[in-house]
């Protein structure tokens, strides 16, 4: 079992900050990283956050231990907790932390020197006089029964997180516009295994778990013939992710965005015309965003317009059931002269 790892700042004997979590350099798989320290008593009054030179947070010490969350960027990052004791510095604390973003090609693994920490894994005993360590009796019930008690238009998750032993610590997991049904309902251990090793892991692939409620699509998807990459290798964690975001279907980015991620070059629309031996007569491609979807009005042009994100039963995965791109442009602009 890995121990905590206490990091003083300064001084000895206890009597300078503390971090409990995380130890430098550690390797984060989401946006939210969960920060703990320990702060002396009458050491400061004051902390002060800041993550990649950007200052985020003040926060009153009121006990020994302070515990907050801060938003990670894909990759390297760096933040700062300096604290101050009647406006004079007494003490800092420097991490660096790594966020794996499987997309981003240059994310997808850790330099050298960084270790992924599982929390969980680690001696918590420090934490459990203020934090249950087991789950409740509410993180056990299956999440289906619960979603259809939960209030959408009004409290919704916030009132169900009360009731589960994770909201306390993850609680800003869920705090996006748009949110996974699960984590809504704070039923984290639908999908997290609380008997698996290390501890509240997920089972991998991640499509093996995601599957199991999402059953009309996976009817639908694992009868077609071509299959996405992601979808194909049953990592919907690339493109989603599994607790909340600031986009539609709990992508990572934009449609558009997230597609080009990988499919560099794709977003001139240059592929669509030399397709058919052409190109725009001032050198751009076809367009393949910012305007309306022909196929789907409330919707704006990107990627996903021509393309299916899982699977199809068209060459190149195209949306609609054609033979050939030529069909597919046929109609689109059918519909525009309409």
């Known amino acids: 079992m890995v121990l905590v790892l206490l990091l003083p700042v300064g001084g000895a004997g206890g009597s300078s900050l503390e971090a409990l ?14 920060v703990t320290i320990r702060v002396p008593e009458g050491f400061a009054d ?26 990670l960027r894909d990759g390297p990052n760096e933040f700062e907790v300096t604290a101050y ?11 660096k932390a790594f966020r794996l973003a499987e997309r981003i090609s240059m ?71 748009f949110v996974h049904e699960p984590v809504l309902a704070w039923n984290c251990l639908e999908c997290h295994n609380r008997n698996a090793l290390p501890i509240y892991s997920v089972l991998e692939p991640s499509m093996e778990s995601c599957l199991q409620c999402h059953t009309k699509e996976k009817d639908d998807w694992l009868t077609r013939k071509y299959y996405h990459g992601p979808f194909n290798t049953g990592s919907c964690t690339i493109c989603h ?15 558009w965005d997230l597609c080009v991620g990988c499919h ?45 994100p899982h699977a199809s039963d068209s060459p190149k995965l195209w949306r609609l059931k054609v033979g050939s791109g030529l069909e597919l442009c046929a109609e689109c602009h059918m519909r525009l002269l309409k």
């Open 21 to 34: 979590y995380p130890p430098d350099m550690t390797v984060i798989k989401f946006q939210s990283m969960p």
């Open 46 to 71: 004051k902390l002060y956050v800041s993550v990649n030179m950007k200052d985020l947070k003040e926060l009153d010490v009121k006990n020994e231990f302070v515990c907050f969350t801060v938003r």
């Open 85 to 95: 004791r009647k406006g004079d510095h007494v003490g800092k604390i420097f991490r």
């Open 107 to 177: 994310f997808r693994k850790a330099p050298r020197g960084y270790a992924e920490i599982d929390f969980h894994m680690t001696d918590t005993s420090l934490c459990a006089g203020c934090h249950a360590m087991q789950p409740s009796a509410y993180d056990l019930l299956p999440v289906k029964d619960e979603m259809n008690k939960i209030d959408w238009l009004g409290i919704g998750g916030s009132y169900y997180g009360r009731e589960s032993s994770c909201y306390s610590c993850h609680k800003d997991i869920a705090e996006y516009p």
């Open 241 to 255: 992710n599994p607790h909340a975001s600031e986009n539609p279907f709990v992508l990572h980015q934009t449609v």
């Open 264 to 308: 560099e070059g794709k977003g001139s629309g240059l592929h669509i015309l030399k397709d058919f031996g052409a190109i725009d007569r001032q050198g751009r491609g076809h367009p393949t965003r910012g305007k309306k979807d022909p196929l789907r009005e409330d919707r704006e042009l990107s990627c996903s317009s021509c393309h299916e």
